[in-house]
């Protein structure tokens, strides 16, 4: 048995390399973890590397997986190494599109542990809070956070970019960094009573976030989640937050007046427009949405699919549980529905091109299950442009709302499933545009009758759509 000790993404993608030409298989190799109290004691690696036999070979591996497996790297979990290498080997070897099956279990848990990273990444950005202190006559501001994952590395050159002229250190139980105005450097990790507490800057900190509080979103058990408990002692806004629930819904009621107007969208996060626009490159760019919040709980965003030259799109609401975890929309119960209808009304479906209102699932938790929750207008509106520029690279002519979210969204607010489901309409995309039955509320009927009878509309209303053609 081979065994390494690795200390970051680059020691491993040099072991791993190495191994993989020279194909050990990993039953053969084991990754340890070094002492995590000296972890980053040394910025150099300490790989141990025996002689291993020569015979090199030739592999490929896909751009994606060292953009997962660097994320991965600054997990907490020991078995990571040895797990991305697994995940390698069968990568390479006779799973090549192993990267897209979420529901597999090696895929699944570097997929949670992607998603951890960048949820504790996302919380250092948010929860890191500098305290002033004066030291040979310059100022320099220190910060203590704890991290639940390695993941000072992977924010530091953000501060670094956000405060670059200011004297800056960042302190973790695991690793602190400086920032001098020229570079990071690296040093050990030090305990919470090493830090500074206290300062004029603890008003400021309050000022902002007294301005930044939104009343009309408190609640008390999310905001401990986003805002973990432990970390309220090093945030000096934790002591007015009673005060401002207090105040919260008189400010709601301020907000609602002065909402109209403010809102962030997707187009925000679309690809670079001095480059071609194509569909592999929206569904590149919709994976760094943050127009809405939804993206933080789903695991992927969700992008449509089918051939460029489709004739026909069909919209849905937006993706369920099993879209969301295969990244592709309509390949759950609802999508079998969808199946099924097509084939009835002679519709093949990989001619269609199939996508969502909005990207990311939207759900409510009751122990293990993810319950489809409707998204709110707010977020519809948000995702709306990611269609738009779908809809703008197809060749369609024929657009199919199923259900009153895509309805309302593509032809008009007031548009009324009930009373005008399949009648052509305009829309702003189509004057061959028609709306039906959403397979999910198929699903959801609680009689046979009843499905029978808005299957057999649903599958009617599809048929036009060929007929008319
Ligand atoms: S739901 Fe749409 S707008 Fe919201 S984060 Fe996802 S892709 Fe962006």
Redo the contacts with the bound molecule.
């Keep these: 048995m081979l065994q390494f000790t690795i200390l970051n993404f680059e020691d491993w993608r040099s072991v791993a390399r190495d191994l993989r030409c020279r194909e050990i298989c990993p039953a053969d190799v084991q990754f340890l973890a070094p002492d995590e109290s000296g972890l980053f004691c040394n910025a150099a690696s300490s790989v141990i590397s025996p002689s291993l036999p020569s015979n090199p070979t030739a592999f490929r591996v896909p751009k994606d997986f060292l953009t997962l497996a660097e994320d991965v790297g600054y997990h907490r979990a020991p078995e990571r190494w040895g797990l991305l290498y697994r995940v390698l080997w069968r990568l390479t070897n006779h799973e090549p599109r192993l990267l897209q099956v979420a529901t597999d279990d090696d895929m699944h848990r570097l997929l949670m542990m992607e998603k951890a990273v960048r949820r504790d990444a996302h919380k250092m950005k948010a929860f890191v809070r500098f305290r002033e202190i004066i030291q040979n006559g310059e100022k320099h501001y220190i910060a203590w956070h704890r991290p639940d994952h390695f993941v000072l590395r992977k924010i530091a050159p953000f501060f670094s970019r956000r405060f670059k002229a200011m004297n800056w250190a960042i302190l973790t139980q695991d690793e602190s960094v400086a920032w001098n105005q020229r570079e990071l450097k690296y040093f050990q990790g030090v305990n919470r009573s090493e830090a500074p507490s206290s300062d004029d800057l603890e008003d400021l900190w309050r000022t902002y976030y007294a301005n930044i509080f939104n009343p009309a979103r408190v609640k008390i058990k999310a905001m401990k989640t986003e805002m973990p408990v432990r970390h309220w002692s090093t945030l000096p806004e934790t002591t007015i937050i009673d005060q401002m629930l207090k105040d919260a819904p008189a400010r709601v009621a301020d907000m609602i007046a002065r909402s109209e107007g403010f809102d962030q969208s ?1 187009r925000d ?1 679309m690809p670079d427009p001095s480059q071609p626009l194509t569909l592999p490159r929206l569904s590149d760019s ?1 994976r760094q ?4 919040e ?2 933080c709980h789903a695991t992927q ?1 969700v992008f449509g699919h089918g051939p460029v030259d489709a004739r026909i799109v069909i919209v849905g609401e937006q993706p369920g549980d099993q879209e969301d975890i295969e990244g592709k929309p309509f390949v759950g119960p609802a999508g079998e529905v969808l199946d099924h209808a097509l084939a009835e009304a002679g519709i093949d479906r990989s001619q269609v091109y199939v996508t969502n209102t ?3 699932f939207k759900f409510d938790r009751n122990g293990n299950q993810r319950l489809h929750k409707k998204p709110n207008s707010r ?1 519809v509106r ?2 709306l442009p ?1 269609f738009e520029a779908e809809w703008a690279m197809l060749d369609a002519n024929t657009l199919i709302c199923l259900g009153a979210t895509a309805a309302t969204a593509l032809i008009s607010p007031g548009f009324r499933l009930q009373q005008q489901r399949g009648c052509w309409v305009e829309s702003k995309y189509t004057p061959r545009t028609i709306a039906t039955w959403h397979p999910s509320f198929i699903l959801r009927l609680p009689t046979q009758t009843q499905r029978e009878i808005r299957m057999a509309e649903l599958i009617a209303d599809l048929r036009k759509t060929v007929r008319s053609e």
């Design positions: 997707a996060y919709i949405c943050r127009a809405c939804l993206h965003a909005v990207k990311h977020e948000a995702c990611w």
